[in-house]
Structures are given as C-alpha cells and as structure tokens.
C-alpha cells in the first residue's frame, strides 16, 4: 500500500483552522490531487471469487446463491455486491492520510430519501453495514465508479459519464469547502431537506424530470407502516400474521420443526427487548408500548443477502397501529482489514454508531443487540424500521441530465456526512478550488469500472463452470 502521509503532532489535539488548512495543502506533495487518477490491479490481486466465497462462509448457506445471481445479472448489480473486493483494490491507492468516518459501500444507490423523527422527507447516506474509519476518498472514489457503470448501463457516452462524475466530485470538493468555513455546530445542524431542494431545482429542470420528481416524492411519503403491513402481512383466524413469499419472506414456521423454531422465536422476542437498552430512554419508552405478533426471514438487497435478517411484526394500540423492525446482522465491515481499527467490539454498535455520526437524522428506532443463534454461536443485530418513508433511486431509468443533478446531490451529501468526522478545513485545502481532484476521479472510475466488468464476467464464468451455484428470486 503507498504511503500516506502522516498528520502533524500536537500537544493538543486542536489546531487551529490555519494549522488545518496547512496540513491539507501540505499532503498535496507527498500524494498529489493528479495521483488518484490511476487504478491498476496488483499482479497479487486475489481471485474475486475467492473473495466473496470467503464472505459467503459466514453465510446462510442456502441463500448465498440468490445474492450469485443477482450479482450476475448486470456489472452494475455485482458492484453492489462487490464492497468487499473494492475495498482491497482502493487499499492499494495513495490517499492524502486525512481520514473521517466512511459509508464504506457509498455506492448511488445507496442514496436516498428517509424520514426524519420529526416527519420531514430527508434526503441523506444510508446502508451502513461497512461503515468504518478510513480515507475519505475511499467513498468518493466508489460513489463515483457506480456512477461510471450505471451510465455505461444505462449507453451514456464517455462524455456524458464523464460530466457526471466531475459534477460530483465538484459538489463534494465545493460543499466540503463551504463546511470548512462553517462553525462546527454549524455543520451538524447541516441536512437536505427534500422539500427544500424540490423548490431549489424544480425551476431548473425539465417539465418531465420535475413530474418524476414529484411522484417521487409522493410516493416515499406513501411507504410507511400502514402500507407495509398491507404488503407484508395478512389476516389469519383472526390473527395478523406475516404473509410468505419464500425464499425472500419466509415465516419461522416454514423454516425450522416446531421445537427449533419455538427456540428462535423466543431469540428474536429476547432481541427485539433486549435491544430496547441501546435505544435513548424516551424511545425506548415507545417500544414498551408495542407488542411482538410475528416474525419472518428476509432476504434484502445485493451485497446483504446470505447475511441473516428478520423483520419482526409488533402491534400496538391495535391492528392497524403496526410497527416493523429489520434486524439485520452485522458482520465485519469489508474495510477492516484496509484501515485502523473501528473501535467497537460489538458489530451492530459499529454500524450503528456510524450510522448516527454520518447521517444528518437517523431512524428513531436505531439500536443494535447480540444473541446466541441456535447454532450456539453469538452474532451482532442492529435493529430499524423496516418502512418509514424511504425511495430508492432507479438508476436504470435516469438520463444523463438526471444523474447529473442526482450525481452533484450525492457529492454534496457525501461531504456533508465526511465533515461531520473528518478535518473538513485540510480536506478541503487539500482539494483546493481547482478541478485537479475532479478530473482524476473520472480516470480512476472509468479504469475501475473496467475492472468491474472483468470481476462480472469472472463471476459468470465460475456459475457456469460449477464452482458456484447462482439462482434467480
């Protein structure tokens, strides 16, 4: 791995903001801006399908080939999947040695809108399982190469990637040095607003990108519990119950004999209240006054899928006062092995704690656990609302001019959450006002989006060989 230069020593850990702002100029000359250009892969580079067999180890065997199979469906859906591939790669870049807390996985998609505990439509971060300390260019660089791919997807000219990527990297490089000029309270009151940024760009966009807009809008306000629990649930003799859709819902009882699955269920109920101590008093007030009904196992997302989640049905002052948790485990971040140490002994805290340092507002019912699973092995939960007004982009149907807008609102929110850890004066002084930054990262994710499709394709071959097993849910 090149080396980083070290941050200067102080008696005190405060420095002044010139001090600060020196320290970023001067990384400048031992990893300059016009370095994060290049990305070739080491002649020691690992199997990429040795490295996600090694996640899979870990994994519930027998859904380790629906997360195969949807990773080969497109280049764009194995970059997904591939966080813990792309984290060894980018241990082998320079990096300026300012670090802050980082997504781990900042992929686009991994951007959007959430609600706040006080009912505001946010647009922010989320998906935290690699949540770790690092070097902030780590997330710039993999939020930017989904970009890269997802155009390529999507038969966007290089030139048309090209303008994406440096509108996001040039929101990142120009809001990090507007936080560098704010107080520090300043930045953590520092949030989008979705209905806020609506009224800023509804003028400058077209007629038909602010329709899309607004349907999205309305319908993220639409996914709340109510609508859940007449997706997810059904009524049966007079009980609400969870309604199956194996193998990507899947009741204990279709899962596990009846004394194995009275076990787990009495795990998930001791998760679901025992978890309510990592949760500030007063919510853990509101958990109090809910009661668990049901419970399933979930399949969820890309890179996720093998890891064990169950979403957990409670009822509260009646049948159509719902509410849904996820409990998700919480394995070693993918940038464990790349970084120092993260400071938790706990997974789920980890996360959790990333979670809340990057976010602008988190879920209102964020909180982790551990729990001995039946296998007799303990394993880290972090426990949130599985609906509560959320809207995933649709990277498939976006134009050019769309990603763009969406790639400059990804960068502004990137730096917003690295500001809130990170030295925002010497990140932003290392980037200076120039576009040298801006300019290398679209080299580097136009050559590590090539490394993807080759990753892609040696994934499909070991399917078709035999050496791994995907199937399509």
């Avoid at 999947?81 to 300026?96: R, Y």
């Avoid at 992929?107 to 399982?129: G, I, K, T, Y």
């Avoid at 997302?301 to 989640?309: A, E, L, M, P």
């Avoid at 980037?431 to 040696?458: C, I, M």
Wanted: one cysteine or more; charged letters at 30%.
């Amino acid at each position: 791995m090149p080396e980083s230069p070290e941050a200067p020593k102080r008696k005190d850990a405060h420095a002044t903001p010139e001090e600060r702002a020196a320290r970023g100029r001067a990384a400048r000359a031992l990893v300059p801006r016009s370095g994060h250009a290049e990305f070739a892969p080491r002649a020691d580079r690992p199997d990429p399908v040795d490295v996600l067999e090694r996640q899979s180890a870990s994994r519930v065997p027998e859904l380790v080939p629906i997360r195969y199979g949807r990773m080969i469906e497109s280049p764009f859906r194995f970059f997904r999947g591939a966080a813990a591939i792309m984290a060894q790669d980018l241990a082998g870049t320079p990096t300026s040695g300012i670090r802050a807390q980082l997504c781990g996985d900042a992929h686009m998609l991994n951007f959007r809108l959430l609600a706040s505990p006080e009912r505001h439509l946010m647009f922010d971060v989320n998906d935290f399982d690699e949540t770790h300390p690092g070097p902030w260019e780590w997330d710039v660089k993999r939020l930017c190469t989904s970009l890269v791919i997802a155009g390529r997807g999507n038969g966007f000219s290089g030139r048309e990637r090209a303008g994406v990527v440096r509108g996001a990297v040039r929101a990142y490089r120009e809001a990090m040095g507007d936080f560098a000029g704010m107080r520090n309270v300043e930045v953590w009151y520092s949030r989008v607003d979705a209905d806020e940024l609506y009224e800023r760009l509804v003028e400058t966009l077209q007629p038909r990108t602010a329709r899309r807009l607004t349907r999205t809008l309305a319908k993220a306000r639409a996914r709340d519990h109510l609508q859940a629990l007449d997706k997810l649930a059904r009524v049966e003799d007079g009980e609400v119950r969870i309604a199956p859709d194996p193998p990507l819902v899947t009741p204990l009882g279709e899962l596990l004999p009846d004394v194995e699955r009275a076990r787990l269920e009495e795990q998930l109920r001791e998760l679901v209240e025992d978890y309510g101590r990592s949760l500030p008093t007063d919510r853990r007030a509101l958990l109090g006054q809910y009661r668990v009904v049901d419970m399933a196992r979930k399949v969820v997302g890309v890179g996720s899928v093998g890891t064990r989640c169950w979403i957990v049905l409670l009822l509260g002052r009646d049948d159509r006062d719902p509410l849904f948790l996820q409990a998700k485990e919480a394995q070693d971040s993918a940038l464990a092995d790349f970084t120092e140490p993260s400071g938790y002994a706990h997974q789920g805290e980890r996360v959790v704690a990333g979670q809340r340092l990057m976010q602008a507002t988190s879920d209102m019912f964020l909180g982790w656990e551990r729990v001995r699973g039946l296998d007799g092995r303990q394993r880290d939960f972090y426990l949130r609302q599985l609906h509560d007004w959320k809207a995933i982009p649709k990277a498939d149907t976006m134009t050019p001019d769309i990603m763009r807008h969406f790639g400059k609102l990804c960068g502004t929110t990137l730096a917003r959450a690295h500001a809130r850890s990170g030295d925002r004066i010497a990140v932003a002084a290392y980037l200076g006002r120039a576009d040298t930054f801006d300019r290398a990262v679209v080299r580097f994710a136009e050559s590590y989006a090539d490394q993807n499709e080759r990753d892609h394709r040696a994934l499909a071959e070991a399917v078709r060989e035999g050496r791994v097993t995907a199937v399509s849910a």
